[in-house]
């Protein structure tokens, strides 16, 4: 569905007014960024908004970052806050979803009512399963659905039909099987998904592969395949999703941040230098490389022209599963 994107930076520094004049130098570009985040705690929103405010603060790029989950809506709730306060010091981060349940009507709004800054980071889907499952790999796991879908509850961090939905759907379809017979159990944020996955709720969950990979490497948790076109060198013993069954399957999440609507193109200037310039910083590769992140990046009308883009596709996919 998607082809791996991933970032060719500026080679030249951005030129911006009076007030980003301190970003050639290296030093502080931005003095404070509240970041909020659609979901709960532990899921892939809060981990991009809390890595990032890591990376920016600790390598002195930005002042001060503070962070406030706001859950509800689907994240309509989020979005319809920023645009009511219209808050500049605040940027929002979002993915992927923001496309899936605004074609859905999850919420009224779109990616066109904010200010696209940037798109930051890519994240893989991964199937996950606990580690004394009875599928050690995912062909396994591909039978059992195959032989009794209605047995197999696999859940994900978002409404039923969103994008970890949607992950499975594609998987299952790819898989030579019903994609509609998934048995998917929605949960507020993927910290609680993997929760339901721990305490043996769900027998599988779709979700980021950065979301994933910290348990599995303390063996709490299996990645039975993820949905790259190669493996990834921070798992090479995991398989693709296509290397386990699952033919052509490719899907990437991207995550990034808007900000209010009306935005003044000087405030606007200065996130997206304060967002660039956190590649070079080795604070950004440690959080990165941690969270098993690709780095990608489409800033300002780049970004836009991508999130049309990924609308129309989606909604093709959408259509074909029978989601919309």
Known sequence: MFKQFK???A?????????????ADGHQKVE?????????AGGGWDGTAR??????????????ATYENMSGGGGGKAIAHLIETGDSGTLMVNSTPIVIRSLQGVFPQSFRDLTPIAGTIGDYGAMVVHKDSQFEDMQALLAAYAN???SMAIG???VAGSMDHLIAALVMKNAGANPMDVKYIPYDAGGKAMAGLLSGEIAALTTGFGEAIELARQGEVNILCVTSTERLDTAPDTPTCDEAGSKGTEFVNWRGFFAAPGLDEDTKAQYISALN???DTEEWATVRDRNGWVDIYNADS???????KQEEEIAGLMRELGFL
């Open 11 to 23: 080679a030249t520094a951005l030129t911006f007014g009076v007030a980003g004049a301190a970003m």
């Open 156 to 158: 994900g961090g978002s």
């Open 302 to 308: 780049d970004f836009v022209a991508f999130l049309e």
């Open 7 to 9: 970032a060719a930076l």
């Open 277 to 279: 310039a956190m590649y």
């Open 148 to 150: 009794d879908p209605s």
């Open 32 to 40: 404070d960024i509240h970041f909020l985040i659609p979901g709960g």
């Open 51 to 64: 890595g990032t405010g890591e990376a920016l603060t600790k390598s002195g790029i930005v002042g001060q």
